[in-house]
């Protein structure tokens, strides 16, 4: 029978066993660490350093075989190639025409011949490294030929000739190396694809883009050699990035096709550049017309190089590209041929006919890069007519400095007086009607939406909003067509509101545009006062009528009632009245305001709004009121009563302590007024209202503390009559003040109340020590000058012994307190 031990001794035993393990595990593992360091030692080469388990590896090389290869094959042909320049420059004058023709035929030949033989042997790097260094002596037999049989001829075009001969020359030996290197021998070599082949024929990669890139040379000098005009340089480029794009697009051989892009890149954008310039800097229509077909065939080449492009994000560039070469020849010509206001439009024209192409068989991002060059000149439209919306809207501001200083002759002087008049101005109304037609096609076919909406309804309001300083309207038919443009601002964003686009920006848009319009109309009124008056009474009730439609009354009522004080002051001013009696007129808005509030009701969102406004409105009317005390202190009392009148709802009750706060500073306007300086004046007009909420506070509440419902009131009665009664040489506002504080504390002894008790206390102590302070200033003089020291130590004495016994009768009295309310 197997006796198991207890629990307890057998846990222990399992954990020593555990920490047994634990150990033995640590031992081996740091052996087995020391044993792979041994054997890592081992196997190093042996080196300076001691091996070990801390034994440093050996460095790596910084640089590979086949880097060091080319670096040395780079260094061999470039000193080869300097040694061949030095000698035909310096040297080739000490030596005889035979000579001269066999020395460099030679190295030529021997240069150009030896590529083979090494491909053959599969030498492929060290092969181009001989094959550079011959092409470049085919350069310096051309600089040879033309110093001895024909440097009586014109050095620009013997270039242009001779770069087209090497060229030829490049791309044969190019194409010859590849048709004539017999194939690989030995081991097999790597293909283009990466897959190792055996027997693939090795090719030279530099004469076939160098040869490209030479290409790009010889139209152009030979150009600048016969003196052709800038018409046929234009010409010249763009036929030579024509061929170069062909060239990249034919090819499959990654380096041609490299070269080829950059420089039909290089030339063709120098090229479209200098048409740009021709076309609009021409003096004439046939110039013009020139230039403008130079770009058209820069457009069509990119369109055809886009089409046939591998990538899609290539032919999108090009064609947007294309579509902007073309407006701009278009614009060009009709630079030159129609007056200058109509170069935009035309423009905007040629852009807007691009979008013809959604419709044709293009390819996809061929159809997109023309719309997008079409959407990017109708941006240019939108920002050449800009100034005239800004100065239109931003005009009449400047204006506002001299109200009513006569009404001008037409709409345009009253918006222009004070900024120039931009030029070729005249039409930008139809620009921006064509721009908001456009979009409500592309908000039509769901392009965009709401954007296009919003920007349709945008432009449309800026080609009426600027249409009647375009057409010079008199003055009286511009605030009339303006006040149009407000009510149909209003009327639409009324009639957006339908129900199958209640989320759509549309409405909040036109309202907005609505209180632009207005504001501009109410600054363009300015210059004429009965304009004036006309037009705030018309705006005020236009957007008081809007603002019980629920959708605009959030901005329409605000608008109507901020239009409302600005009447009162217009009213005002009219009259000749003083800004303070204006102030009288102005309190009327907030009254309005309160009772639009009253009757919307805390459930509609225009009651904030609304009551902000009228609050606004009562912040104006105190700012005109400032200036004369008795009017600011009535202007106070009307915003007290209309704030009093507010908070008679029961969602506005905080508001009464607004009200309470304007009827004090009324009281306290008015004394200061009558010139009344007795503090007690300003005081108890407070404490009084105070004290007695308080009292019927406590009447509701029994348990409110007393410091809440009378402390507040106390303080304002006592304590500023307290100071002056430091300063007050006579004696009737001690009397009077030590009265009330007596009463005051009898009263809170009475009703056990601490606020009253305390704070009457200490206002009756300082007024007696007040009152005796004169005697004892005298008894302290008549004293001799030790006995105050003598006193002071005798009170020391005395407190010291009785520490305990005043420590008791201090708790005793605090708990006292504590037991009242």
Same mark, same amino acid.
């Given at each position: 029978?197997?006796?198991?031990?207890?629990?307890?001794?057998?846990?222990?035993?399992?954990?020593?066993?555990?920490?047994?393990?634990?150990?033995?595990?640590?031992?081996?593992?740091?052996?087995?660490?020391?044993?792979?360091?041994?054997?890592?030692?081992?196997?190093?080469?042996?080196?300076?350093?001691?091996?070990?388990?801390?034994?440093?590896?050996?460095?790596?090389?910084?640089?590979?075989?086949?880097?060091?290869?080319?670096?040395?094959?780079?260094?061999?042909?470039?000193?080869?190639?300097?040694?061949?320049?030095?000698?035909?420059?310096?040297?080739?004058?000490?030596?005889?025409?035979?000579?001269?023709?066999?020395?460099?035929?030679?190295?030529?030949?021997?240069?150009?011949?030896?590529?083979?033989?090494?491909?053959?042997?599969?030498?492929?790097?060290?092969?181009?490294?001989?094959?550079?260094?011959?092409?470049?002596?085919?350069?310096?037999?051309?600089?040879?030929?033309?110093?001895?049989?024909?440097?009586?001829?014109?050095?620009?075009?013997?270039?242009?000739?001779?770069?087209?001969?090497?060229?030829?020359?490049?791309?044969?030996?190019?194409?010859?190396?590849?048709?004539?290197?017999p194939p690989a021998a030995g081991r097999p070599v790597a293909a283009e694809d990466g897959s190792a082949t055996k027997g693939v024929?090795?090719?030279?990669?530099?004469?076939?883009?160098?040869?490209?890139?030479?290409?790009?040379?010889?139209?152009?000098?030979?150009?600048?050699?016969?003196?052709?005009?800038?018409?046929?340089?234009?010409?010249?480029?763009?036929?030579?990035?024509?061929?170069?794009?062909?060239?990249?697009?034919?090819?499959?051989?990654?380096?041609?096709?490299?070269?080829?892009?950059?420089?039909?890149?290089?030339?063709?954008?120098?090229?479209?550049?200098?048409?740009?310039?021709?076309?609009?800097?021409?003096?004439?229509?046939?110039?013009?017309?020139?230039?403008?077909?130079?770009?058209?065939?820069?457009?069509?080449?990119?369109?055809?190089?886009?089409?046939?492009?591998?990538?899609?994000?290539?032919?999108?560039?090009?064609?947007?590209?294309?579509?902007?070469?073309?407006?701009?020849?278009?614009?060009?010509?009709?630079?030159?041929?129609?007056?200058?206001?109509?170069?935009?439009?035309?423009?905007?024209?040629?852009?807007?006919?691009?979008?013809?192409?959604?419709?044709?068989?293009?390819?996809?991002?061929?159809?997109?890069?023309?719309?997008?060059?079409?959407?990017?000149?109708?941006?240019?439209?939108?920002?050449?007519?800009?100034?005239?919306?800004?100065?239109?809207?931003?005009?009449?501001?400047?204006?506002?400095?001299?109200?009513?200083?006569?009404?001008?002759?037409?709409?345009?002087?009253?918006?222009?007086?004070?900024?120039?008049?931009?030029?070729?101005?005249?039409?930008?109304?139809?620009?921006?009607?064509?721009?908001?037609?456009?979009?409500?096609?592309?908000?039509?076919?769901?392009?965009?939406?709401?954007?296009?909406?919003?920007?349709?309804?945008?432009?449309?309001?800026?080609?009426?909003?600027?249409?009647?300083?375009?057409?010079?309207?008199?003055?009286?038919?511009?605030?009339?067509?303006?006040?149009a443009v407000v009510l149909a601002a209003l009327g639409y964003a009324e009639w957006a509101r339908r129900p199958a686009a209640e989320?759509?920006?549309?409405?909040?848009?036109?309202?907005?545009?609505?209180?632009?319009?207005?504001?501009?109309?109410?600054? $363009? #009124? !300015? &210059?004429?006062?009965?304009?004036?008056?006309?037009? %705030? =009474?018309?705006?005020?009730?236009?957007?008081? @009528? +809007? *603002?019980?439609?629920?959708?605009?009354?959030?901005?329409?009522?605000?608008?109507?009632?901020?239009?409302?004080?600005?009447?009162?002051?217009?009213?005002?001013?009219?009259?000749?009245?003083?800004?303070?009696?204006?102030?009288?007129?102005?309190?009327?808005?907030?009254?309005?305001?309160?009772?639009?509030?009253?009757?919307?009701?805390?459930?509609?969102?225009?009651?904030?709004?609304?009551?902000?406004?009228?609050?606004?409105?009562?912040?104006?009317? $105190? #700012? !005109? &009121?400032?200036?004369?005390?008795?009017?600011?202190? %009535? =202007?106070?009392?009307?915003?007290?009563?209309? @704030? +009093? *009148?507010?908070?008679?709802?029961?969602?506005?009750?905080?508001?009464?302590?607004?009200?309470?706060?304007?009827?004090?500073?009324?009281?306290?306007?008015?004394?200061?007024?009558?010139?009344?300086?007795?503090?007690?004046?300003?005081?108890?007009?407070?404490?009084?209202?105070?004290?007695?909420?308080?009292?019927?506070?406590?009447?509701?509440?029994?348990?409110?503390?007393?410091?809440?419902?009378?402390?507040?009131?106390?303080?304002?009665?006592?304590?500023? #009559? !307290?100071?002056?009664?430091?300063?007050?040489?006579?004696?009737?506002?001690?009397?009077?003040?030590?009265?009330?504080?007596?009463?005051?504390?009898?009263?809170?002894?009475?009703?056990?109340?601490?606020?009253?008790?305390?704070?009457?206390?200490?206002?009756?102590?300082?007024?007696?020590?007040?009152?005796?302070?004169?005697?004892?200033?005298?008894?302290?003089?008549?004293?001799?000058?030790?006995?105050?020291?003598?006193?002071?130590?005798?009170?020391?004495?005395?407190?010291?012994?009785?520490?305990?016994?005043?420590?008791?009768?201090?708790?005793?009295?605090?708990?006292?307190?504590?037991? !009242?309310?």
């Open positions: 029978m197997t006796n198991l031990p207890p629990p307890a001794e057998e846990l222990r035993f399992l954990d020593a066993e555990l920490r047994q393990l634990d150990a033995r595990r640590a031992v081996l593992l740091r052996r087995r660490e020391w044993l792979i360091h041994t054997l890592r030692a081992t196997a190093a080469p042996t080196g300076w350093g001691p091996a070990g388990p801390g034994a440093v590896p050996p460095p790596r090389p910084e640089a590979t075989g086949p880097g060091v290869q080319n670096v040395l094959l780079v260094l061999g042909g470039v000193l080869l190639t300097i040694a061949a320049i030095a000698f035909t420059l310096v040297s080739w004058g000490h030596m005889g025409i035979t000579g001269r023709g066999l020395v460099l035929g030679a190295l030529t030949l021997g240069a150009l011949g030896a590529p083979l033989v090494l491909l053959r042997r599969g030498l492929r790097s060290t092969a181009e490294a001989v094959a550079g260094l011959g092409l470049a002596l085919t350069s310096l037999d051309a600089y040879a030929l033309y110093e001895v049989a024909f440097s009586g001829t014109d050095g620009l075009a013997y270039t242009a000739v001779a770069s087209a001969v090497l060229a030829a020359a490049w791309a044969a030996y190019g194409v010859g190396t590849g048709a004539l290197a024929r090795l090719t030279l990669r530099l004469p076939l883009p160098l040869a490209v890139g030479t290409a790009h040379l010889p139209l152009l000098l030979w150009a600048v050699a016969v003196g052709a005009n800038a018409h046929t340089l234009t010409a010249v480029l763009l036929v030579t990035a024509s061929g170069g794009t062909a060239l990249a697009l034919r090819t499959g051989l990654v380096p041609v096709r490299l070269v080829a892009v950059v420089g039909a890149l290089s030339t063709g954008a120098v090229g479209v550049l200098a048409a740009g310039g021709l076309c609009w800097t021409a003096a004439d229509p046939g110039e013009a017309a020139r230039a403008a077909a130079l770009l058209v065939f820069a457009a069509v080449v990119a369109l055809l190089a886009g089409g046939f492009a591998p990538r899609a994000d290539v032919g999108l560039g090009a064609a947007l590209a294309a579509g902007l070469w073309v407006v701009a020849g278009a614009g060009g010509v009709l630079r030159v041929s129609v007056p200058g206001e109509w170069t935009v439009p035309g423009c905007l024209a040629c852009a807007l006919a691009l979008l013809a192409v959604v419709r044709t068989p293009l390819p996809r991002p061929l159809r997109q890069g023309l719309v997008w060059a079409s959407v990017t000149v109708q941006g240019y439209a939108v920002l050449w007519a800009l100034p005239l919306c800004a100065g239109t809207l931003l005009g009449p501001v400047a204006g506002a400095e001299r109200p009513w200083s006569g009404a001008p002759g037409d709409a345009r002087d009253a918006v222009f007086t004070h900024m120039p008049w931009p030029p070729y101005a005249t039409t930008v109304p139809l620009v921006l009607a064509a721009l908001a037609v456009v979009l409500v096609v592309a908000e039509r076919r769901a392009i965009q939406r709401p954007a296009t909406a919003v920007g349709a309804l945008v432009l449309g309001w800026a080609a009426v909003f600027v249409l009647p300083v375009v057409l010079q309207l008199p003055y009286e038919a511009g605030l009339v067509a303006q006040g989320a759509s920006p549309l409405p909040l848009t036109a309202l907005l545009l609505a209180l632009v319009t207005s504001v501009h109309l109410a600054f $363009l #009124s !300015l &210059a004429s006062q009965p304009a004036t008056l006309g037009v %705030l =009474v018309a705006l005020a009730a236009l957007f008081g @009528a +809007a *603002g019980f439609r629920p959708a605009l009354g959030p901005l329409a009522a605000p608008a109507a009632l901020g239009y409302a004080a600005a009447l009162a002051c217009a009213v005002g001013a009219s009259a000749g009245w003083q800004p303070h009696r204006t102030a009288l007129l102005v309190v009327a808005v907030p009254a309005v305001a309160a009772l639009v509030a009253a009757r919307l009701g805390g459930g509609s969102r225009t009651t904030v709004p609304v009551e902000g406004a009228g609050a606004a409105a009562g912040v104006l009317a $105190l #700012s !005109l &009121a400032v200036t004369d005390l008795p009017t600011l202190a %009535l =202007v106070l009392a009307l915003c007290g009563v209309v @704030a +009093a *009148g507010t908070a008679l709802r029961s969602d506005r009750r905080p508001v009464g302590h607004a009200a309470a706060a304007m009827f004090l500073l009324a009281a306290w306007v008015r004394l200061a007024a009558w010139d009344v300086t007795t503090p007690e004046a300003y005081t108890l007009p407070v404490a009084v209202p105070a004290l007695v909420v308080g009292l019927l506070r406590r009447r509701r509440e029994p348990t409110v503390s007393s410091w809440t419902a009378y402390g507040a009131g106390l303080a304002v009665a006592l304590v500023p #009559s !307290l100071l002056a009664t430091w300063g007050d040489p006579h004696w009737t506002r001690p009397l009077l003040l030590g009265a009330a504080s007596l009463a005051v504390t009898l009263a809170g002894a009475r009703h056990r109340l601490q606020a009253p008790l305390l704070l009457g206390g200490g206002a009756l102590a300082l007024v007696a020590l007040h009152e005796l302070a004169p005697y004892i200033a005298q008894a302290v003089d008549a004293l001799p000058r030790w006995v105050p020291p003598a006193l002071a130590g005798v009170v020391l004495l005395v407190l010291g012994a009785t520490y305990e016994q005043r420590l008791r009768d201090a708790r005793r009295v605090r708990e006292a307190l504590g037991r !009242l309310h």
